[in-house]
T-cell receptor, first 112, second 116 residues
Framework: KQEVTQIPAALSVPEGENLVLNCSFT??????LQWFRQDPGKGLTSLLL?????REQTSGRLNASLDKSSGRSTLYIAASQPGDSATYLC???????????FGTGTRLLVSP | EPEVTQTPSHQVTQMGQEVILRCVPI?????FYWYRQILGQKVEFLVS????????KSEIFDDQFSVERPDGSNFTLKIRSTKLEDSAMYFC??????????????FGSGTRLTVV
């Protein structure tokens, strides 16, 4: 059974810092991995999707990497801004299934 | 950019009542999903729907739950007799032609269901 863990659970940084959020998963037979952003009481906004054959994806100040064999992904946020404050969720889709298995998330606070 | 639309945004219902949560997925997507998130907990998969039938469901999705795509655009989740523990945020999602692999998921903004 796939288990997804995210570390740290919460992170507080001053504006301008570069930061890394970590995601680990127990079953390496994944089809893809997706990073989402969730604002309080709101829906899930897709940030980056990495196929199992890919090593990384970039979008603006965000870069996500995937090491399938070790069961790890990282989300790198460059030059953080107060508007980046949100909960970041990692989710994996296993090969042969359609459902996403979510981690517990990292709650990020970027202070001005 | 195409969106997944959910209505209502918040619903309060009495225990034992039936509720229907509504969603309009992205029009050219083929896979549709319902997830839920109990306050302070992980987002959990409920059910996936493809080609007018359930393709996968979780243990949570018992006989109290059902899904339907009544008219080719709407996608609904029905809870027949709500319990207090059904209180959660319910998210609808859809994915593209590649079983989610090529296009990823697009989620709606959710319906907060409160059972009293």
């Amino acid at each position: 059974k796939q288990e997804v863990t995210q570390i740290p659970a919460a992170l507080s940084v001053p504006e301008g810092e570069n930061l890394v959020l970590n995601c680990s998963f127990t079953d390496s037979a994944i089809y893809n991995l997706q990073w989402f952003r969730q604002d309080p009481g709101k829906g899930l906004t897709s940030l980056l999707l990495i196929q199992s054959s890919q090593r990384e994806q970039t979008s603006g100040r965000l870069n996500a990497s995937l090491d399938k064999s070790s069961g790890r992904s990282t989300l790198y946020i460059a030059a953080s801004q107060p508007g980046d404050s949100a909960t970041y969720l990692c989710a994996v889709m296993n090969t042969g299934f359609q459902k996403l298995v979510f981690g517990t998330g990292t709650r990020l606070l970027v202070s001005p | 950019e195409p969106e997944v639309t959910q209505t209502p945004s918040h619903q309060v219902t009495q225990m034992g009542q039936e509720v229907i949560l509504r969603c309009v997925p992205i029009s050219n997507h083929l896979y549709f999903y319902w997830y839920r998130q109990i306050l302070g907990q992980k987002v959990e998969f409920l059910v996936s729907f493809y080609n007018n039938e359930i393709s996968e469901k979780s243990e949570i999705f018992d006989d109290q739950f059902s899904v339907e795509r009544p008219d080719g655009s709407n996608f609904t989740l029905k809870i027949r007799s709500t319990k207090l523990e059904d209180s959660a945020m319910y998210f609808c999602a859809s994915s593209g032609t590649g079983k989610g692999a090529n296009y990823g998921y697009t989620f709606g903004s959710g319906t907060r269901l409160t059972v009293v």
